[in-house]
């Protein structure tokens, strides 16, 4: 009898992962547009911090928001452009625009949570839906996101935005960013299961029902998070409370990164700080290099012969065809999928950036704060 050994392995464990992706892809349940809609009132909320390039479009796509919109409140993070003078010059277009003057960062807390907080402790209406500057909503969709979560009675729902993507360098990259949450993450299962550990956001959309913000003390539960959104998503479980995340990406995008530094420093900040264990990260680590890179090394054998039978190529074009999986439901461009293992083996370095910065204490740069240097 033939023994089993790493390659059977990370061939099966490809295709149950293969199997996963494809559900996910199927039944995680998408935000809609043009949905029923909420008679609630709504605070929109937007912490920016040096985001001139951005901020014209947030606000323009914010105004074309209906009536149950009741203001829009935009934190100035103690921006060095012309950030806060852009918000005043929309705020004569439009009323609901009010520009939150910026406060000192209190030691313990990391920029956005308190930017977040600022702005709740200065919003008045039922519903507080928090926006990124670079994020652009749909018209009109704010009150169906509202509806979303009455009918779910969530008191925290988050909608994943689409990605846009410009360069060619983008295009390879970002579809990884769904590459390492969809190939583990059960989303169907989460929709129905309360674990803590399955709580997700993503911060560029996030709605919470104000009473229970408050209550639950909102933003200062996260206060020295890095990865404030998931964090936040976790933290509401562990407390009793229903956090959901919708697929998002037709009532919201958002583009994230413009250039490879900017994907480079922006996902180095969040990727070793996402991990609540040592052990979590490096398991993490040893999955995508293990099931999504090494099989290339034994394609490699087997078309040089070294390697006989299917399991070579089918551990190889696992990966490939869950990339084109996502394509299809995310929209990103199909010839990004046969180069997954060039966007893999940059996530690797990444994450080994990301930890090297954190644990040798020089720290993560985002905007010029650097975080965790001793």
């Not at 890095?226 to 956090?243: C, P, V």
């Not at 034994?298 to 089918?314: D, E, F, T």
Request: aromatic share 10%; net charge positive.
């Amino acid at each position: 009898m033939h023994a089993i050994g790493p390659l059977e392995i990370v061939t099966a464990v490809s295709l149950l992962t293969l199997a996963l992706v494809v559900w996910n892809a199927l039944v995680w349940p998408r935000a809609r547009p043009n949905g029923p809609r909420s008679d609630a009132t709504i605070s929109l909320l937007i912490p920016a911090r040096n985001e001139a390039a951005n901020i014209r479009a947030c606000l323009a796509a914010a105004s074309a928001q209906g009536p149950t919109v009741h203001e829009i409140l935009v934190y100035d993070d103690h921006s060095e452009d012309d950030t806060a003078a852009m918000v005043t010059d929309a705020a004569r277009h439009d009323p609901r625009i009010r520009l939150i003057a910026p406060t000192p960062l209190p030691d313990g807390w990391k920029g956005k949570p308190f930017a977040c907080a600022c702005l709740a402790d200065a919003a008045r209406c039922e519903w507080f839906l928090f926006i990124d500057a670079d994020a652009r909503l749909a018209p009109d969709c704010a009150a169906a996101l509202v509806r979303a979560a009455e009918d779910h009675r969530s008191t925290l729902v988050s909608f994943w935005p689409g990605i846009v993507t410009g360069s060619p360098i983008e295009r390879l990259l970002m579809p990884m960013l769904h590459m390492v949450v969809f190939t583990l993450y059960p989303a169907s299962i989460a929709f129905r299961s309360g674990l803590p550990s399955l709580g997700l956001a993503h911060g560029a959309c996030m709605l919470f029902e104000a009473s229970a913000y408050r209550r639950l003390g909102g933003h200062a539960t996260v206060r020295a998070e890095l990865f404030e959104d998931t964090a936040i998503a976790r933290e509401w479980r562990r407390m009793g409370e229903r956090s959901l995340c919708f697929d998002g990406q037709d009532v919201i995008s958002v583009r994230m990164y413009r250039s490879l530094a900017e994907l480079w420093t922006g996902f180095r900040k969040n990727f070793y700080p996402a991990f609540r264990t040592e052990i979590g990260f490096w398991l993490f680590l040893l999955f995508h290099a293990a099931i999504f890179l090494l099989p290339y090394g034994w394609l490699v054998a087997a078309a040089m012969g070294r390697l006989s039978g299917a399991a070579p190529w089918i551990a190889a074009a696992s990966p490939v065809a869950m990339r084109l999986v996502q394509c299809w439901r995310f929209r990103y461009p199909a010839w990004s999928a046969p180069l997954h293992p060039v966007a893999e083996a940059f996530l690797i370095a990444l994450g080994l950036s990301s930890w090297w910065g954190i644990r040798s204490g020089r720290g993560v740069e985002w905007k010029g704060r650097r975080y965790g240097v001793r």
